[in-house]
């Protein structure tokens, strides 16, 4: 019997594609590289616990009268629940945790439905700043999450100038704001958190403090970042990011929380347990107990620093100027292009530029800046998987300057630091592909773009040999036939 895990990350959900052969070649790039056996053995090998498990459930099915759910599930959920508190040295005295939870954003939902009366006050980080739709987006004309439909959310923002969370500006809102619960962590952040002064936040206002660690919670496990465990109330995390699970969730939760987030999970937001999701996390926090997950947690981490140095070598710009974590945000803003054209097209210029500007507004040429959205498309086109995001500053969530590039997917295929080297000279290629790319177009339109990046060759080039690149390396799981 199989479980298994694609893990999921979403920064590179389209890098199966070119995977489809078994992993090959024996050349001296890849002996040296552990043999990528996980994802691959059998789950009586890697768990006999969880095996067992489903054999007594196997057993009980084919055997017997099913008439009614078993209590194998309840042994199931409870070895889940001893992995999770103990994956993060939670003492169970303190600590309880909830394992239903479908995904993330339910769970975010049943946590703050737990916790919170309809209409109570919340914060929770900007989403263009890094945040997540769950913690309360909304738009002038419209509530865009169920969160900030039924709640009343405040935003907290980054530091448009450092892009560093500014907990000063979050300190004296939150004074005034007088939130039931401040949210901390991220998506699109690349650096760790100040947890410490959350805290101190929270306990002036006398609000709860929940962490959702989703995008790192492998880190947390690893113990190579801060621990939001230390100074939280409430913890949630998807399961399939860092992780490196099934697609589901957790809520952690200091025991005196824990019925009315019970609750609020089942019946509150969900019916029954998804099972096998249940028994997929479980083998995964086995997983993550091992020191091998530790290893992998570092290597993430020395991974996304390396590339960080990389580009920033090659003359890029890194918003922060680094990271702490397993992500990075690439400020594109900085590659300015002439451009000619009419003057109408004037678009909104990095802030250096702004001079030079001055004096072309009087002329047939115009500037612009490389935007996210079109080093995404060229990737895209490259068989590179990355997002385009709003970095600091920036006066459009809907064109954002930016991309967010992470490194646990290509890690846990074996990638070091040489690796990520050359990675980083492919994405350099795609910044300059498309720079020219904009050039010829002449134009700041998208589809003007497109279409010249659609037809060429260089692009067709550069994809040939991501692909052949990236195929050296083995891939967890099994390949389809
Ligand atoms: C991904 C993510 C979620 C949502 O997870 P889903 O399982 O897709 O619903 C919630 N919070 C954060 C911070 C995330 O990064
Ligand atoms: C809120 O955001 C989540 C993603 O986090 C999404 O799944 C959900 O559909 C959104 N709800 C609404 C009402 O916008
Ligand atoms: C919460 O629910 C889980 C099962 O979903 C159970 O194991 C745990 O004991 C419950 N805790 C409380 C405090 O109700
Ligand atoms: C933009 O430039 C002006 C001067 O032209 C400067 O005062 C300001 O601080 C700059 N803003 C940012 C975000 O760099």
Redesign the pocket.
Known sequence: MYILFFFSFSFFRKCYCCVDRAPRSKGKATSRRPKNKKGKASLKDVDPEIFELIKEEEKRQRCGLELIASEVIDKL?VLC?ERALKVFNLDPKEW?V?V?PYSGSTANFAAMNGLLNVGDRFMGLHLPDGGHLSHGFYRPEKAVNISAKYFTSLPYYIDPSTGYIDYDDLEKQALRFCPKLIIGGSSAYPRDWDYKRLREIADKTKAILLIDMAHFSGLVAAKIINNPFEFADVVTTTTHKSLRATRAALIFCRTKY??DI?YSVFPGTQGGPHNHAIAGIAVALREALAPEFTEYAKQIVLNCRTLANELKTMGHKIATGGTDTHLLLWDLRPHVMCLMGPKKNILKMPNETIILHKIMLTSNFFYDGLTGAKVEYVCDLTAITINKNTVHGDKSALNPGGVRVGTPALTSRGFKEEDFKVVAKLLDEVCQLSIAIQQEAGSTKHSDFTAIADKSEKVKDLKRRVEEFAEKFPIPGRILE
Do not use: L
Request: aromatic residues 0%.
């Open positions: 959920e629940q309880a909830n239903q824990a019925k019970n």
